[in-house]
């Protein structure tokens, strides 16, 4: 029988890599860093893509 798998969305793949960069450069513990990386995502992801 097949172990169950669980489903991560591909914004929380790139929240996870952005908040490992930072605790990884920082003193940020996880809470924060995902909170941090939440919102640079979501500034990033307002940027025209021609200024990109």
Do not use: W
Not at 16 to 22: C, H, I, N, Q, R
Not at 24 to 50: F, G, M, Q, V, Y
């Amino acid at each position: 029988m097949a172990s169950p798998t669980t489903y991560v969305s591909v914004h929380d793949q790139r929240v996870a890599l952005v908040a490992a960069a930072l605790r990884a450069n920082s003193k940020l513990d996880e809470k924060a860093a995902t909170k941090l990386a939440r919102h640079a995502l979501d500034a990033l992801d307002h940027i025209p893509e021609k200024v990109r």
